[in-house]
Nanobody, 114 residues
Framework: AHLEESGGGLVQPGGSLRLSCVTS????????VKWYRQFPGKQRELVAS??????HYAPSVKGRATISRNNGERTMFLQLNELKPGDRTVYFC??????????WGQGPQVTVST
């Protein structure tokens, strides 16, 4: 399995980013999709998930984030709006199957800076 992320970069506060994660090598349509982020010295935290059509968002991004997927393109997305300096970190896409198989992207850096 391979997950290739893109879309990270430098954004000013209040700006937006759309992270993409193109997958291959597994039955993407049968997997739930999630986005995590990890701050230095801390465990990865769940940002958003989309499983069986149900979305979940961390309180820190709720109202500012949208997770979505395109099964035909084997891709998941995370739209982040109204970016804050506190959103600055590395973001990871994750695909998880019903049997517990889990695959990870490499983590694009999102930087929010003036």
């Amino acid at each position: 399995a391979h997950l290739e992320e893109s879309g990270g970069g430098l954004v000013q506060p209040g700006g937006s980013l759309r992270l993409s994660c193109v997958t291959s090598g597994f039955a993407f349509a049968k997997f739930g999709v999630k986005w995590y982020r990890q701050f230095p010295g801390k465990q990865r935290e769940l940002v958003a998930s989309l499983t069986s059509g149900i979305t979940h968002y961390a309180p820190s991004v709720k109202g500012r984030a949208t997770i979505s997927r395109n099964n035909g393109e084997r891709t998941m997305f995370l739209q982040l709006n109204e970016l804050k300096p506190g959103d600055r970190t590395v973001y990871f896409c994750n695909a998880i199957g019903c049997t517990g198989d889990a695959y990870w992207g490499q983590g694009p850096q999102v930087t929010v800076s003036t």
